[in-house]
């Protein structure tokens, strides 16, 4: 058997480049929450909750991708540090709405330069901004792509 097939050499997997950019990408961005005493994920929801103000754990899951055993714990987190609220939907047992609390939505002044802080730390005189808002519209696309590739092999 040859050891040369080349489409098991790292720099031939679409996976690598997405899962290294992925990690380096939450790692720019741990200086900034540091201060808000958050993490990443947690930042991912409480965008979700600024733009849209109260949502059910189920809709916060499929916004961002994650599966409610891992939103579960970190939604209770963000309720511990009081910046979230959790209820059941007086309509419906079953759900949960989440909302944030009168110090979470304080904490959105406070995040609101983080986005300038990493669009500039991803530009350079190779990568313009055009080219990294073309970039992030073509992995959403590929996001879209993926989740209904595998939510159809169900």
């Given at each position: 058997m040859s050891?040369?097939?080349?489409?098991?050499?790292?720099?031939?997997?679409?996976?690598?480049?997405?899962?290294?950019?992925?990690?380096?990408?939450?790692?720019m961005y741990t200086p900034h929450l540091k201060p808000l005493d958050i993490t990443y994920p947690q930042y991912l929801v409480l965008l979700a909750?600024?733009?849209?103000?109260?949502?059910?754990?189920?809709?916060?899951?499929?916004?961002?991708?994650?599966?409610?055993?891992?939103?579960?714990?970190?939604?209770?987190?963000?309720?511990?540090?009081?910046?979230?609220?959790?209820?059941?939907?007086?309509?419906?047992?079953?759900?949960?709405?989440?909302?944030?609390s009168t110090k979470g939505d304080k904490l959105k002044e406070q995040a609101a330069e983080i986005p300038e802080k990493i669009l500039s730390a991803f530009t350079t005189e190779d990568f313009d901004e055009s080219e990294l808002i073309s970039f992030r519209n073509n992995l959403v696309k590929l996001l879209h792509i993926i989740q209904d590739k595998t939510s159809n092999n169900k």
């Open positions: 050891n040369s097939c080349e489409q098991l050499q790292l720099n031939n997997q679409l996976c690598f480049p997405l899962y290294a950019a992925s990690r380096l990408t939450t790692k909750l600024w733009q849209y103000k109260q949502m059910s754990v189920k809709d916060i899951g499929a916004r961002l991708f994650l599966e409610s055993n891992t939103l579960t714990p970190l939604l209770k987190r963000l309720e511990q540090k009081e910046l979230i609220h959790r209820v059941r939907s007086k309509t419906d047992e079953r759900t949960v709405m989440v909302s944030l």
